[in-house]
């Protein structure tokens, strides 16, 4: 049995000091550095996977619209869309959230999906079922692996068994509930690791950021940049929707996202930084750099089956 709860909001965030859930403003963009023009607020989780979290005048227009349209709008409306429909995640336009999906159905071949048939389904019908890309093995960068370009990794699942063999009584076949793109997933996890440490000016002085031209789409070096966390401390699903923290490991700061820990994800190390100054003591405490998401009191009890699938390779 595993214990999913709703989403809640950030209830710890150190060492920052904010009131009503937003950080100060930065009068910069803490992707290029940019200071003039028109700077926009930036979630450091997107409000649409829970985060409440902001950080004030913190983007440039320019690289705002790269990471809007290349990035969180293919991953929030169309990746996590019918899990973030069917578990209600938070919207900024609940009148419009959807109410249908037109869902590919077929059944598994080895490792093809055969789509049989294309069903319009009530969002209440579909399965409680996300995929995402995942590791076997640590950042490349932190095991001395060489600079190379894709992703040599595996596939993780969380799948509600019920549910899915309701579905498939009902419609006669699975849903393609299964399609991520590595890429927009990976650079969305990428930006969220930057956000975390760049929020804070004083990390931009400790500090050398890595990813921005991951973010950016420039770099697809998945493998070196990111990996598994082989030490992620105990999981907390009863006290957790997503889960952040930072370490220092030699000369880098790395950051450990599981934006679905709730139900089991992995942890995936981001390397994010260099330091600049290995003589001079940093400004920020990052031994108590970390974000828990609280719970809300409604909860219910769901099974899951987890897999890893065989290994995969992208480019």
């Given at each position: 049995?595993?214990?999913?709860?709703?989403?809640?909001?950030?209830?710890?965030?150190?060492?920052?000091?904010?009131?009503?859930?937003?950080?100060?403003?930065?009068?910069?963009?803490?992707?290029?550095?940019?200071?003039?023009?028109s700077l926009?607020?930036?979630?450091?989780?997107?409000?649409?996977?829970?985060?409440?979290?902001?950080?004030?005048?913190?983007?440039?227009?320019?690289?705002?619209?790269?990471?809007?349209?290349?990035?969180?709008?293919?991953?929030?409306?169309?990746?996590?869309?019918?899990?973030?429909?069917i578990e209600?995640?938070?919207?900024?336009?609940?009148?419009?959230?959807?109410?249908f999906?037109?869902?590919?159905?077929?059944?598994?071949?080895?490792?093809?999906?055969e789509?049989?048939?294309?069903?319009?389904?009530?969002?209440?019908?579909?399965?409680?079922?996300?995929?995402?890309?995942s590791?076997?093995?640590?950042?490349?960068?932190?095991?001395?692996?060489?600079?190379?370009?894709?992703w040599?990794?595996?596939?993780?699942?969380?799948?509600?068994?019920e549910?899915?063999?309701?579905?498939?009584?009902?419609?006669g076949?699975?849903?393609?509930?299964m399609?991520?793109?590595?890429?927009?997933?990976?650079?969305?996890?990428?930006?969220?690791?930057?956000?975390?440490?760049?929020?804070?000016?004083?990390c931009?002085d400790?500090y050398?950021?890595?990813?921005?031209?991951?973010?950016?789409?420039?770099?697809?070096?998945?493998?070196?940049?990111?990996?598994?966390?082989?030490?992620?401390?105990?999981?907390?699903?009863e006290?957790?929707?997503f889960?952040?923290r930072?370490?220092?490991?030699?000369?880098?700061?790395?950051?450990?996202?599981?934006?679905?820990?709730?139900?089991?994800?992995?942890?995936?190390q981001?390397?994010?930084?260099?330091?600049?100054?290995?003589d001079?003591?940093?400004?920020?405490?990052?031994?108590?750099l970390?974000?828990?998401?609280?719970?809300?009191?409604?909860?219910?009890?769901w099974n899951?089956?987890?897999?890893?699938?065989?290994?995969?390779?992208?480019?």
């Amino acid at each position: 049995m595993a214990r999913w709860f709703k989403i809640g909001s950030i209830t710890s965030v150190s060492p920052h000091s904010f009131k009503s859930n937003r950080l100060p403003d930065l009068n910069y963009c803490i992707y290029c550095g940019d200071t003039g023009g028109s700077l926009t607020e930036e979630h450091i989780v997107p409000l649409a996977l829970g985060g409440d979290l902001t950080v004030g005048r913190a983007s440039c227009q320019k690289c705002q619209t790269v990471i809007n349209e290349e990035v969180e709008t293919k991953a929030l409306r169309q990746m996590f869309l019918p899990w973030r429909t069917i578990e209600n995640y938070p919207t900024r336009n609940p009148k419009r959230r959807q109410k249908f999906f037109d869902v590919e159905i077929g059944h598994p071949d080895g490792a093809r999906f055969e789509t049989e048939k294309t069903v319009r389904v009530p969002a209440e019908d579909f399965p409680r079922a996300i995929a995402l890309p995942s590791f076997w093995k640590p950042p490349g960068i932190l095991t001395s692996r060489r600079y190379s370009s894709g992703w040599d990794g595996k596939m993780w699942w969380a799948i509600d068994g019920e549910s899915l063999k309701a579905f498939e009584k009902k419609y006669g076949g699975w849903p393609t509930f299964m399609h991520s793109v590595t890429e927009v997933y990976f650079r969305q996890l990428a930006k969220i690791a930057h956000c975390f440490i760049f929020a804070n000016p004083d990390c931009k002085d400790d500090y050398r950021p890595l990813l921005v031209d991951t973010i950016m789409g420039r770099d697809h070096s998945y493998d070196f940049w990111m990996g598994l966390d082989e030490n992620p401390g105990a999981a907390q699903p009863e006290a957790n929707l997503f889960r952040i923290r930072a370490d220092i490991i030699e000369k880098y700061m790395v950051v450990s996202v599981s934006l679905f820990h709730g139900v089991g994800e992995p942890d995936i190390q981001i390397v994010v930084g260099e330091r600049r100054d290995s003589d001079r003591a940093p400004r920020v405490d990052y031994d108590v750099l970390s974000v828990e998401v609280g719970y809300s009191s409604s909860a219910e009890l769901w099974n899951l089956q987890r897999q890893d699938a065989n290994s995969c390779r992208a480019s």
